[in-house]
């Protein structure tokens, strides 16, 4: 009777449904639909894949310092790339002083650094996170014009480049969210006077293309102040692309919050907890974790708006780029350039796109089932 | 309706009065939804409030701490009458655990994170402090071992206890239970209530909106009954379930008692 129980040995599962083999039996030939896209996908990188590599890579011009040594190759000239790659990054900064704009790199490099190191505790990251929020900017403002400590003077109409891309959508981004964040609170607050101010100031900035932002900054704004009064290009235009980009921010982070049930702000309220911690601790960390994509979303239309300023003569990475495709000297060159600006481009946001993915990630802990 | 004195079955009263509710009326709108409400708790009272759907038991106990406001009658809680100013409202709610039936926690901090965070930012205590009485209050619910994860990896019967703890941390002088259990399965049932037991055992004041005739029969100083946004009958709980005075209370007794 006491026939002792043999567990079943446990078997490796079918072939056809792991490795590489299983992979693309799932993912590319599931279905005749499948297959027929599959073998489409094939054919169309076959055609498209081989001249675009034999352009870029192999009859491409990689060394010599004149616009003569490309053309011997029938590819791509990057020569043009180097020859302007310091003007690319730091348009019209002195070339002597460009050490600086390296150090302000480096030092966000180093303050950012313990963000993204998973062993760093959440408080020390926050209160980290803050610091920098607060210092970096002056040290960083300090550093690139000047002016202070035997630093020469750079005005800010010689930034240009990646070096002012940056800084547009640096501020831009720093500045909007928590703006965006009060807009959105004061859009669902009680009092009729705030949600009043904030759903004007809101539709107001979303209602206006950015471009007409950017040149009513530059060209109807001095009209109104008084004569001799005059503040500087770049922080207008700064001025300009934070408010607008605050409004949008505004309705992507409102969407969050409406997302967070009552009961989370009664939870709060019901241990005592006022409005504002109330919303810093439960509700804001839960909305803004949300809505990451969509604020990532908006952080990449800002990043790729900043080329607008060319409308109030300011020369972004995209401007700078075009200027050089225009150089009597290097005509016939603006694919290489247009190239190159936008695998910058997509490069920085490829980046941003993927650490959204990575901390929405990390900071799941709904466990829904 | 005669009003009948609390007769305890369990350990005298100080006669000591905690919360007193005074002609309390409340409007949805035009709709009224409660209608002259009076009420006086005493310390270490333990109420169960029970009535049919939408009859305003929610909306009363609410009313306690200020989640509902009101527009007729004076609320005082331990001797403090409700106000409109914000920073005595947060002073009251600080003395009144509440909790609810869908529990409420937050998702994005682990237990002990949901039970330290009002001591910390409210009562100030240092972390190091204010998470040995988290841990005190876990165990206390049966579920230390928890201290760690997040809600959503609990079952809903850990969940409310863990939001039984987080209320407790607060050492408030006052507990509201709104239908604690009636988001549960049967067997999470026991749990909850063996924890809210153990609480009456210490002398907490507790209203409790429930339909668990049990506890109430068991813990209860006084049953009372509302319907219509009227309190129609309150008595002790031998009384009240042995003796109904109103028709309305005994049809209702009759639905709950016998399916
Ligand atoms: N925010 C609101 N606006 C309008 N009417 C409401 C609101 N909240 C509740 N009510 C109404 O007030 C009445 C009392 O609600 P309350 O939640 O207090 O009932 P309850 O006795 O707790 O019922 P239940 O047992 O279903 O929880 C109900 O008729 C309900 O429809
Ligand atoms: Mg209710």
Same mark, same amino acid.
């Given at each position: 009777?006491?026939?002792?129980?043999?567990?079943?040995?446990?078997?490796?599962?079918?072939?056809?449904?792991?490795?590489?083999?299983?992979?693309?039996?799932?993912?590319?030939?599931?279905?005749?639909?499948?297959?027929?896209?599959?073998?489409?996908?094939?054919?169309?990188?076959?055609?498209?894949?081989?001249?675009?590599?034999?352009?870029?890579?192999?009859?491409?011009?990689?060394?010599?310092?004149?616009?003569?040594?490309?053309?011997?190759?029938?590819?791509?000239?990057?020569?043009?790339? &180097?020859?302007?790659?310091?003007?690319?990054?730091?348009?019209?900064?002195?070339?002597?002083?460009?050490?600086?704009?390296?150090?302000?790199?480096?030092?966000?490099?180093?303050?950012?650094?313990?963000?993204?190191?998973?062993?760093?505790?959440?408080?020390? &990251?926050?209160?980290?996170?803050?610091?920098?929020?607060?210092?970096?900017?002056?040290l960083a403002f300090m550093l690139l014009h000047g002016g202070l400590f035997g630093l020469t003077p750079v005005d800010t109409r010689q930034w240009g480049g990646l070096l002012l891309t940056l800084v547009i959508a640096g501020v831009g981004m720093t500045a909007a969210l928590p703006l965006g964040?009060?807009?959105?609170?004061?859009?669902?607050?009680?009092?009729?006077?705030?949600?009043?101010?904030?759903?004007?100031?809101?539709?107001?900035?979303?209602?206006?293309?950015?471009?007409?932002?950017?040149?009513?900054?530059?060209?109807?704004?001095?009209?109104?102040?008084?004569?001799?009064?005059?503040?500087?290009?770049?922080?207008?235009?700064?001025?300009?692309?934070?408010?607008?980009?605050?409004?949008?921010?505004?309705?992507?982070?409102?969407?969050?919050?409406?997302?967070?049930?009552?009961?989370?702000?009664?939870?709060?309220?019901?241990?005592?907890?006022?409005?504002? &911690?109330?919303?810093?601790?439960?509700?804001?960390?839960?909305?803004?974790?949300?809505?990451?994509?969509?604020?990532?979303?908006?952080?990449?239309?800002?990043?790729?708006?900043?080329?607008?300023?060319?409308?109030?003569?300011?020369?972004?990475?995209?401007?700078?780029?075009?200027?050089?495709?225009?150089?009597?000297?290097?005509?016939?060159?603006?694919?290489?350039?247009?190239?190159?600006?936008?695998?910058?481009?997509?490069?920085?946001?490829?980046?941003?796109?993927?650490?959204?993915?990575?901390?929405? &990630?990390?900071?799941?802990?709904?466990?829904?089932? | 309706?005669? /009003?009948?004195? @609390?007769?305890?079955?369990?350990?005298?009263?100080?006669?000591?009065?905690?919360?007193?509710?005074? #002609?309390?009326?409340?409007?949805?709108?035009?709709?009224?939804?409660?209608?002259?409400?009076?009420?006086?708790?005493?310390?270490?009272?333990?109420?169960?409030?029970?009535? @049919?759907?939408?009859?305003?038991?929610?909306?009363?106990?609410?009313?306690?701490?200020?989640?509902?406001?009101?527009?007729?009658?004076?609320?005082?809680?331990?001797?403090?009458?409700?106000s409109n100013d914000v920073k005595q409202i947060e002073q009251i709610r600080r003395e009144v655990g509440m909790v609810f039936q869908h529990f409420n926690l937050f998702p994005h901090l682990t237990v002990l994170e949901n039970c330290v965070l009002a001591p910390i930012w409210v009562r100030k205590?240092?972390?190091?402090?204010?998470?040995?009485? #988290?841990?005190?209050?876990?165990?206390?619910?049966?579920?230390?071992?928890? #201290?760690?994860?997040?809600?959503?990896?609990?079952?809903?019967?850990?969940?409310?206890?863990?939001?039984?703890?987080?209320?407790?941390?607060?050492?408030?002088k006052i507990m509201l239970f709104d239908e604690p259990t009636s988001a549960l399965d049967p067997e999470m049932i026991k749990e909850v209530l063996d924890t809210m037991v153990t609480l009456a055992e210490d002398g907490m004041t507790m209203l409790c909106v429930t339909h668990e005739m049990g506890?109430?029969?068991?813990? #209860?100083?006084?049953?009372?009954?509302?319907?219509?946004?009227?309190?129609?009958?309150?008595?002790?709980?031998?009384?009240?379930?042995?003796?109904?005075?109103? /028709?309305?209370?005994?049809?209702?007794?009759?639905?709950?008692?016998?399916?």
């Amino acid at each position: 009777m006491s026939a002792t129980h043999v567990p079943h040995p446990d078997l490796p599962p079918p072939s056809s449904t792991i490795g590489a083999l299983g992979w693309l039996r799932r993912n590319l030939f599931s279905s005749p639909l499948n297959v027929a896209l599959t073998v489409l996908a094939v054919y169309l990188l076959a055609i498209s894949l081989p001249p675009m590599l034999r352009w870029a890579l192999f009859d491409a011009t990689w060394s010599g310092d004149s616009r003569e040594a490309c053309t011997a190759n029938s590819g791509a000239c990057w020569i043009f790339i &180097k020859v302007h790659f310091g003007q690319f990054m730091y348009g019209f900064y002195p070339e002597a002083q460009r050490w600086r704009v390296d150090a302000v790199v480096l030092l966000l490099i180093i303050g950012a650094a313990p963000l993204f190191i998973s062993s760093v505790s959440n408080p020390l &990251k926050v209160r980290l996170g803050l610091g920098l929020l607060l210092l970096y900017p002056l040290l960083a403002f300090m550093l690139l014009h000047g002016g202070l400590f035997g630093l020469t003077p750079v005005d800010t109409r010689q930034w240009g480049g990646l070096l002012l891309t940056l800084v547009i959508a640096g501020v831009g981004m720093t500045a909007a969210l928590p703006l965006g964040v009060l807009l959105a609170l004061g859009r669902r607050s009680k009092m009729p006077a705030i949600q009043t101010l904030c759903v004007t100031f809101i539709e107001f900035w979303r209602g206006v293309p950015l471009i007409t932002v950017l040149f009513m900054s530059s060209v109807m704004l001095p009209l109104f102040l008084p004569t001799g009064m005059n503040f500087d290009k770049l922080l207008r235009a700064l001025i300009g692309v934070t408010l607008f980009q605050a409004a949008y921010m505004a309705e992507v982070v409102r969407g969050g919050l409406q997302a967070i049930p009552k009961g989370q702000v009664e939870a709060a309220a019901a241990l005592g907890l006022g409005y504002w &911690k109330t919303m810093a601790l439960i509700v804001l960390p839960q909305a803004l974790k949300l809505v990451i994509p969509g604020i990532v979303n908006t952080f990449i239309a800002l990043f790729k708006d900043t080329s607008l300023v060319l409308i109030i003569g300011l020369f972004d990475l995209m401007n700078i780029v075009h200027s050089a495709t225009t150089n009597p000297a290097w005509l016939g060159f603006s694919t290489e350039g247009y190239v190159f600006a936008a695998a910058v481009y997509w490069l920085f946001c490829f980046s941003m796109s993927h650490y959204s993915q990575s901390l929405e &990630k990390r900071l799941h802990t709904g466990h829904k089932r | 309706m005669p /009003e009948s004195s @609390p007769v305890s079955p369990l350990a005298p009263l100080s006669g000591q009065v905690m919360i007193e509710m005074e #002609a309390v009326h409340k409007w949805y709108g035009t709709f009224h939804v409660l209608k002259d409400i009076n009420l006086t708790v005493q310390k270490g009272e333990r109420i169960v409030i029970c009535g @049919p759907s939408g009859s305003g038991k929610s909306t009363t106990i609410r009313c306690i701490n200020r989640l509902e406001e009101y527009q007729r009658g004076r609320i005082v809680v331990d001797g403090h009458e409700l106000s409109n100013d914000v920073k005595q409202i947060e002073q009251i709610r600080r003395e009144v655990g509440m909790v609810f039936q869908h529990f409420n926690l937050f998702p994005h901090l682990t237990v002990l994170e949901n039970c330290v965070l009002a001591p910390i930012w409210v009562r100030k205590l240092p972390r190091k402090q204010a998470e040995d009485i #988290a841990m005190r209050y876990l165990e206390r619910v049966k579920i230390p071992e928890q #201290a760690k994860k997040y809600p959503g990896q609990l079952s809903g019967g850990q969940q409310q206890r863990v939001a039984i703890a987080r209320s407790l941390c607060m050492n408030p002088k006052i507990m509201l239970f709104d239908e604690p259990t009636s988001a549960l399965d049967p067997e999470m049932i026991k749990e909850v209530l063996d924890t809210m037991v153990t609480l009456a055992e210490d002398g907490m004041t507790m209203l409790c909106v429930t339909h668990e005739m049990g506890f109430a029969k068991t813990v #209860a100083h006084r049953v009372i009954f509302m319907d219509g946004g009227e309190i129609i009958e309150q008595n002790a709980p031998q009384e009240f379930f042995t003796n109904p005075r109103s /028709e309305r209370t005994r049809l209702f007794l009759s639905q709950i008692l016998h399916h």
